[in-house]
């Protein structure tokens, strides 16, 4: 029913896409295209600022931090732990999400319940707050932040999804189906998985810029990454003590937090509009 | 019967006919214009909405406008009240009461909108904001009225009671949704009227309620219209509707007038040939059945021992802590059998049970208590008795945009039970496929295509289509052919007929419409609050009703001959009451 | 009649429904008030257990490094460290009800008394971010609906749509360098300047300062608090926005506001009589919502800028491992969201009929 074409048409998903695809590009290739080791420190040119400003060194383009590595090579380092976590996290919070969501949604009765409880529970709590626990207890490590996200991020996606399984359960063409001989796997797979599709990928999309955010918390409070890994909360983190002698660092930082966020509301607010009934009824019925 | 329905689609529209000027109804040539339409064209882009539209209502007229969707008839609404999208542009005139609506300045128009015109919707419930007392909604328009707020509590229990509502002050304290639709209807039409307006407008104010509700909001606003003497423009596909309780009639075809006059006849003797082929496929309440119908297949076949389907001693219970007992009933005791190549019709008022027993049959509901017996053999829950009852009875759903999966492509659907059965081949399916279609009287090139491309006529085909692919003997359809055009509703009726000369399916059609089982059922069966109340052969029990629900369907239902009046009066239910 | 069934539910009659369902109401906020509770106990134990995985030795960084292997157990014994983890939890649950939440291991005060100074804090700072949000949010939407269609309305989407691509931590982080660093306009360390000072009569330091008639004290706190709390509000606001111009749209929609058109209303009076309210109830439910992330915003945005609520409070907490004072926040924070759900739940069964009466079958 959806109209492909039509949706890799819309300038919001074009835009986001490509960003996300750029960032991602970036990360993969992070290892040639960093002109420096992001841990190699040297004492002698520490907290230089960006080339362009007086006192600025074309060797490092952004400038070093407090220990003397280049903040460029680290920010790009740090897209690809960016773009680990987000894939990952993402991957593992939609698959626990999705199957809860249609086996609450679709089964109903008792696992419905348990299943939402579960939901209630975890929502309950700043999810933030939550996640660093688990990081606590789990210790450092972009893996345990992958973890935690997810214990965490699940539930976003089987909140929403079972409401809409349930409504879609309560459709004629799954009774028809039922009438027709299919098993209820069937029938999931066939009848309700293809209609939240639209739904699915908006959230994971979404999905995506949160993982990277709650990252960069946890590592801003310096909870999570080893030493040597460098991610955009350790580099705000530690720039921030310098803030005043060269905010280079951290503005580059929170800026790429925030195209990497804007491309992802970019491509699922895209997603969203061009897939919604709802809205597509809207638009056709003024033609 | 067919090739009146092909006349109507190919009837080229080039001539308009229009029949004389009543001189009675209380001298209605001489009472001053409300509305007239002279020449108005109303086109978005290229494609026209409504062409050269010339139009009328005096003082005390009611001006019916009918025809198939897609004809127009609610742009004529619209555009009295500007209410039109962006796009649509407009030439001619429209005046209402002698100034063009079109050049009025916007504050002129307003002040005229809910005072000296006023509106009634088609969905009586979703009209009234859910958040805002019935009062409340309704002392804001008095305010916008000028009665000031000491009368107000006065007069709006007043103009409640004027429309037979029990229990005014009641009723002004709910919310809408805890009322029920012919409630609502009632409501929106005290507030319409409690201006006194001079034009009052319908648009398919019955069309969402039911029959015998349909029957009292007719008997509200024709009262009501007795007494203010207003003029109405009512808009309905409908036509006998129309036929009673209009004086003209315009029947409107792809927003062309094709013939206008007084309404008895426009509709008894119509001239056009679109309007012959209308009246031609409109089925009657006292007519014979269908051509195709007779004789019936049951005649040839050889007494089977037992009906295909039955069910015997069906109970419905559900537990509510609200009632006593703990329980409450919504069915006791129903025994029904269809026998093979039978049409069994099943008809009642919404709430009676009818729905439920579809269900039933079909599988998609248990019963309390009771059982279904399946060539009479009790049906019980294990896979194998599932799977010889989807064999032998299939389900029609009644709306055809809910019943098929947006998603999944016309030959996808209809083949669905061959994959369960193991037959995953597309080559086999899309074969089976083009059958199916063949069958129902659909394209092949429509095998691709995803339901939304569909009208909706073609999708009720898919939705038979899907269901015949099993070679069920029993069809249960609930509601299939009401909301169709009338023209769609006669192919839908012959095609059913069709099957059933061909391979004796036989078939169980729940409606609330009971020209369409005159037409369709060798047998009715009625039913009333969750029993079987009178059942026997169709003619019969339509021409000679033996219990009081069946008369009361009856009489709801507006009856074929015009000289006939209807509706009969204001005796309401008894059982309207207010909740508590 | 078929009418009535309608509105008691296909089930049957409905009598024994209260007037607008007033009983109803009591019983659904009471059922509300239990299941809190259990949730609450729930998430508490659920933290009580994660915890207890931690690597960490809470002892070992406690004692002076020639503690003996005997005195350390007596410590564990003390703390209760050395029983099962039930048996923990059921003591520390005790313990709770009373009030006693234990001693911070790296304060060495009881904890009650921490939360005590800093919970205030975090509560003056929620409360002006979510009144603040709210009406960013509500002006926002409502603009950008009486603008629509038109080029404003793409300006207000667009700026939206940037501003909730920002979390809230960075918008702390943005309006320091911004405003505090670059154009020096705004403190953003502290709760106030080292100048000036407040008694502590009620612990909450504006209303202390408005109670010691010192309105300079009271306006220097405020200019302290102005960016963490703007960056908490741009945490909520674009949200809102969003979901109450969406709301508008989808009530413009409804056949009742055409209706009210047809009845003569100008577009003001539909506006105002009819949109409103109904939009307002699913911004409102989003907000309950939203309540966790909220809170969760202050962890972040209280260490950037040196306040001293329980969200700062919780980060050394965590860093330090510091198990009870863990512990009690977390149940601080549970219980700070339940209330703000059921907060929320009372105001949309007071605006939505519906919720008070339909059933819920």
Redesign the interface.
């Known amino acids: ?2 109209d492909w074409t039509e949706v890799l048409r819309d300038w919001r998903v074009g835009l986001g896409g490509l960003l996300l695809l750029v960032l991602m590009g970036v990360a993969l290739a992070a290892p040639w295209l960093a002109p420096h080791d992001p841990n190699a420190q040297d004492l002698l040119w520490v907290l230089l600022p960006p080339s362009w400003a007086p006192g600025g060194d074309p060797a490092y383009l952004l400038g070093t931090d407090t220990l003397g590595r280049d903040v460029l090579s680290r920010l790009i380092w740090a897209t690809r732990s960016a773009a680990y976590v987000a894939v990952l996290s993402t991957i593992g919070a939609a698959v626990l999400g999705i199957t809860l969501a249609l086996i609450a949604g679709y089964a109903g009765g008792v696992l419905d319940w348990i299943i939402m409880r579960a939901v ?2 975890l ?8 996640a ?3 990081i ?4 450092p490590g972009l893996e345990n932040v992958i973890i935690a996200v997810i214990a965490v991020d699940w539930t976003r996606f089987a909140r929403v999804l079972r409401s809409e399984v349930r409504q879609i359960k309560g ?3 799954v ?9 209820p796997l ?1 029938v999931v797979l ?2 309700v998985l ?2 939240i599709m639209p739904s699915i990928l908006m959230l994971v999309s979404l999905e995506m ?1 949160g993982a990277v ?1 709650a990252e ?2 946890i590592s ?4 999570s990454a080893e030493a040597d890994v460098p991610t955009w909360g350790v580099i ?1 983190a530690d720039g ?1 003590s310098d ?2 002698a060269t ?1 280079a660092p ?2 580059a930082a ?1 800026s790429s ?2 195209v990497f ?2 491309a992802t ?2 491509f699922s ?1 895209g997603l969203r509009r061009r897939t919604d ?1 709802r809205q597509i009824e ?1 638009r056709g ?3 | 019967m067919n090739s009146f329905v092909r006349r109507i689609e190919e009837t080229d529209v080039t001539e308009t006919v229009i029949g004389s000027r009543p001189q009675a109804d209380g001298g209605t040539a001489q009472a001053p214009m409300l509305f007239e339409a002279a020449d108005f064209s109303v086109r978005t882009g290229q494609t026209p909405i409504l062409e050269r539209v010339t139009l009328s209502i005096r003082k005390g007229e009611v001006l019916g406008i009918v025809g198939e969707s897609g004809a127009g008839k609610s742009t004529l609404g619209k555009c009295i009240a500007r209410a039109l999208p962006r796009q649509f542009t407009t030439a001619g005139r429209l005046d209402v009461f002698g100034e063009d609506i079109g050049q009025m300045p916007a504050s002129r128009h307003r002040a005229l909108m809910g005072d000296r015109i006023a509106f009634v919707p088609q969905e009586p419930t979703s009209a009234l904001n859910p958040v805002r007392r019935i009062g409340s909604l309704f002392g804001e328009h008095l305010t916008r009225l000028g009665v000031p707020k000491a009368e107000q509590q006065a007069r709006m229990v007043a103009a409640l009671s004027e429309v037979m509502l029990p229990d005014p002050e009641a009723v002004l304290n709910r919310y809408a949704f805890q009322l029920s639709g012919g409630m609502n209807q009632r409501i929106m039409i005290a507030m319409a009227f409690a201006s006194r307006p001079d034009l009052v407008i319908s648009d398919e104010a019955t069309t969402a309620l039911d029959m015998i509700t349909q029957e009292r909001t007719i008997v509200t606003l024709n009262d009501m219209r007795a007494r203010y003497g207003c003029g109405v423009l009512f808009i309905t596909h409908d036509l006998r509707l129309a036929g009673h309780f209009c004086d003209r009639v315009a029947v409107l075809r792809n927003g062309v007038v094709v013939e206008e006059g007084p309404a008895a006849q426009v509709l008894e003797a119509p001239q056009h040939p679109y309007s012959q082929g209308l009246k031609a496929a409109t089925p009657r309440l006292d007519g014979p059945p269908h051509p195709l119908a007779a004789p019936s297949p049951k005649l040839r076949i050889p007494a089977q021992p037992a009906p295909i389907m039955a069910a015997r001693g069906l109970a419905v219970r559900y537990g509510d802590p609200k009632s006593a007992g703990g329980q409450v009933e919504i069915m006791r005791d129903v025994d029904l059998q269809v026998e093979v190549a039978e049409f069994v019709g099943l008809i009642g008022r919404s709430g009676s049970g009818k729905s439920t027993i579809a269900r039933i049959l079909a599988g998609l509901q248990q019963p309390t208590e009771g059982d279904i017996l399946l060539d009479g053999r009790v049906l019980g829950n294990s896979a194998s008795d599932w799977q010889d009852r989807i064999a032998s009875a299939q389900m029609v759903f009644q709306d055809p945009s809910s019943a098929l999966n947006p998603r999944r492509r016309v030959w996808d659907i209809v083949t669905q039970a061959m994959v369960a059965r193991g037959e995953r081949l597309k080559s086999d399916r899309r074969r089976r496929a083009a059958e199916l279609l063949a069958d129902v009287g659909l394209d092949e090139r429509l095998l691709d295509a995803y339901p939304r491309q569909m009208s909706g006529g073609q999708r009720q085909r898919v939705n038979i289509a899907r269901a015949l692919c099993v070679m069920p003997r029993l069809l249960i359809a609930d509601e299939i052919v009401s909301g169709l055009d009338v023209s769609v509703q006669a192919q839908v009726i012959y095609l059913l007929l069709e099957l059933r000369q061909r391979h004796d399916i036989a078939l169980l059609m729940v409606s609330h419409d009971l020209s369409v089982l005159r037409q369709l059922c060798d047998r009715v069966v009625v039913m009333d609050q969750g029993a079987i109340v009178e059942a026997g052969p169709t003619q019969q029990v339509l021409d000679a009703p033996q219990h009081e629900a069946t008369r009361a369907l009856i009489a709801a239902a507006p009856p074929d001959d015009l000289s006939k009046t209807w509706p009969r009066g204001t005796e309401w239910d008894s059982n309207d009451k207010t909740p508590e | 009649m078929a009418e009535l069934g309608l509105i008691g539910g296909a089930k049957g009659r409905a009598g024994g429904l209260r007037r607008n369902g007033g009983a109803r109401t009591l019983k659904r906020l009471a059922r509300r008030f239990a299941t809190s509770i259990v949730t609450l106990l729930a998430i508490t134990l659920l933290v009580f257990v994660v915890l207890r995985t931690l690597p960490a030795d809470p002892v070992a960084m406690l004692m002076p490094g020639n503690a003996t292997e005997a005195d350390m157990e007596r410590v564990r014994a003390l703390l209760g460290l050395d029983r099962s983890v039930l048996a923990q939890y059921a003591i520390w649950l005790g313990d709770a009800l009373k009030g006693d939440f234990g001693r911070s291991i790296q304060h060495n005060t009881p904890v009650r008394v921490l939360i005590a100074d800093a919970l205030p804090v975090t509560l003056q700072i929620v409360t002006l971010s979510v009144g603040l949000g709210i009406f960013l949010g509500f002006s926002g939407g409502l603009l950008a609906f009486t603008w629509r269609g038109t080029p404003v309305e793409a300006g207000i989407e667009m700026g939206n749509g940037l501003a909730m691509a920002v979390p809230d931590f960075l918008w702390g982080i943005i309006l320091i360098l911004a405003v505090g660093v670059g154009l020096q306009w705004l403190p953003f360390i502290g709760l106030q300047s080292p100048s000036v000072t407040v008694p502590d009569i009620t612990g909450f330091v504006l209303i202390d300062a408005l109670l010691a008639g010192d309105p300079s004290a009271f306006l220097d706190v405020l200019r302290h608090l102005a960016l963490p709390v703007f960056a908490i509000a741009m945490g909520l606001a674009p949200t809102v926005m969003r979901v109450f111009r969406s709301g508008l749209m989808e009530a413009y929609t409804e056949d009742y506001i055409a209706s009210a058109r047809l009845r003569g209303q100008s577009e003001r009076q539909v506006l105002l009589r009819h949109g409103l309210k109904n939009a307002v109830i699913p911004t409102i439910t989003l907000i309950g919502v939203q309540a966790s992330m909220l809170f969760g915003g202050t962890l972040l945005i209280e260490t950037i800028f040196g306040l001293p609520g329980i969200g700062a409070m919780m980060v050394t907490a965590i860093g330090g491992h510091d198990l009870p004072a863990i512990q009690a926040l977390t149940f601080c924070y549970a219980v700070l969201v339940l209330a703000t759900t059921i907060a929320v739940d009372v105001i949309c069964l007071a605006l939505d009929p519906r919720l008070r009466i339909k059933d819920q079958s």
Do not use: K
């Open positions: 029913m959806t209630e529970l929502l309950s709590f700043p999810a933030v707050v939550f660093l626990v688990l606590a207890a789990l210790g459709r004629d063409y009774a028809a189906a039922r009438l027709m001989g299919a098993t069937q066939q009848d293809p209609n810029g955010v960069t918390i801003f409070v310096s909870a705000i921030l803030i005043y905010p951290v503005i929170v937090i925030v966020v804007l509301i970019l607010d009934p809207r019925a003024a033609a």
